[in-house]
């Protein structure tokens, strides 16, 4: 009864702020909100970079750099892609709910006026810049999954159909107007089914179709360099409040809870995953550290802004542990998701997406849903019918572009370029040069 009560007092005074700063919206560009954005587009921007040291520190040595250039690269390729017609099909007005007309397409339109449908109070082109960012990290995350083993080439090609055809249609789905998902009153504050579950499963589905890294299982594969992976986590972690406080598009009451719950839910699945690692394997890991961080990080994403702290320490809890559970499966199983992006990803976001569908409350945000424990039995529901729509359509269309590339260009290297390693058989460099300055 007494934690009932301390819930309903904290709730009510978080609703109070979101109602207060609701009413403050005008309906036309607000300075305060518009250098917000701009910092979250610029804290989301420094993600990529994150995960590229976070990916490129726990691969062997020779292929530290083809694993840099992963995300690196993306960063060109969706931003382009984005431009051009991403966000018009992922935004743009809905054609039967499923994906948007390509009225904006080159950014015709985008300009300088807000956008009453999506932020009021900023420019459009804000807006699109803050969505962008999570274009470009989303196939970002499905290259930990085929590490080691993908054709560049054929890497940047699957990139660009991925984004057209699974990642613009589920952020349609989801966040546009017309939106059938979204329609349907699915909650997803940042990213949970748009972001994680759809690059999480697609991750899966590469890693199966690439088949395992030679000598998987039967041969050590050692982080080169973990300093490199505990630093990315750290920018992860930072570039996460623009991502998930960055969406209440406004600098008000709501960005500061999610920001808030964001924080808290990482700390607890941090120590969630030392937790459950101490017991199991009788020794904590720098790497399992980082690894509960970014688990919390991903579960909160879709609930971060409609749930309260306490709530936010509990789903962390529950993540750290359950991604644990995923993750030490996998040699079980028998596949090589090479750096867990299913494991932390596709099982992070689909518990942070079902566990939104057990805490929100209409408390914290007003424009959400009450959950199963405010008796919000119909968001659950909507909650699993929502996963399941992004789980089946994302594992369906990415086996069907791996399976047209494959037949095209290709989809592995050659064995000998992977026993020598990607860096120099496919970039002609080296991630570290021990030469001494004599044999130089």
């Not at 600098?251 to 700390?267: P, R």
Request: proline share 3%.
């Amino acid at each position: 009864m007494l934690w009932k009560r301390l819930m309903a007092i904290a709730l009510a005074g978080m609703a109070a702020t979101t109602r207060a700063a609701a009413q403050d919206a005008a309906g036309k560009i607000d300075t305060g909100d518009t250098a917000w954005m701009l910092v979250s587009c610029a804290l989301v921007m420094l993600m990529t970079p994150g995960l590229a040291l976070f990916y490129g520190g726990m691969v062997r040595q020779k292929n530290v750099l083809s694993t840099l250039m992963h995300s690196f690269t993306i960063l060109a390729v969706a931003t382009v892609h984005w431009a051009v017609i991403g966000y018009a099909l992922a935004f743009g007005p809905s054609l039967g709910g499923f994906i948007g007309k390509p009225v904006w397409a080159f950014l015709s339109g985008v300009g300088q006026e807000p956008n009453a449908d999506y932020a009021a109070t900023i420019p459009h082109a804000v807006f699109m810049a803050f969505q962008m960012m999570f274009a470009i990290i989303t196939p970002a995350l499905i290259s930990g999954a085929i590490a080691e083993r993908m054709k560049f080439s054929t890497f940047v090609v699957f990139v660009i159909c991925w984004l057209t055809l699974v990642y613009a249609p589920v952020a349609h789905w989801v966040w546009g107007v017309g939106g059938w998902l979204r329609n349907m009153g699915a909650l997803d504050f940042a990213g949970g089914t748009v972001v994680h579950i759809s690059s999480g499963v697609s991750g899966l589905v590469a890693a199966l179709m690439l088949r395992p890294r030679l000598g998987y299982l039967r041969e050590p594969m050692l982080p080169n360099n973990l300093t490199l992976t505990v630093l990315g986590a750290g920018l992860l972690w930072f570039g996460w409040f623009g991502f998930n406080a960055g969406s209440a598009l406004t600098a008000g009451g709501l960005a500061a809870s999610a920001f808030v719950a964001t924080h808290i839910a990482s700390a607890a699945a941090t120590l969630s995953w030392i937790i459950v690692e101490w017991l199991h394997r009788r020794k904590p890991s720098a790497l399992g550290a980082v690894s509960g961080c970014v688990a919390g990080l991903v579960a909160v994403t879709p609930a971060a802004g409609f749930v309260s702290p306490q709530s936010a320490l509990i789903i962390g809890l529950i993540a750290g542990a359950v991604c644990y559970g995923a993750v030490i499966v996998k040699p079980r199983l028998r596949y090589d998701d090479s750096l867990d992006a299913f494991g932390i990803h596709g099982v992070g976001g689909t518990t942070g997406a079902l566990l939104t569908g057990v805490f929100a409350s209409k408390m914290v945000n007003p424009a959400g849903a009450d959950g199963l424990i405010y008796g919000g039995f119909s968001l659950f529901n909507v909650q699993v019918l929502a996963i399941g729509a992004t789980w089946l359509y994302a594992a369906a269309v990415t086996a069907v572009i791996l399976k047209v590339l494959d037949a095209l260009m290709g989809l592995r290297v050659r064995e000998e370029e992977e026993v020598a390693g990607l860096d120099l058989t496919l970039h002609g460099e080296s991630g570290y040069n021990f030469m001494s300055e004599a044999t130089v």
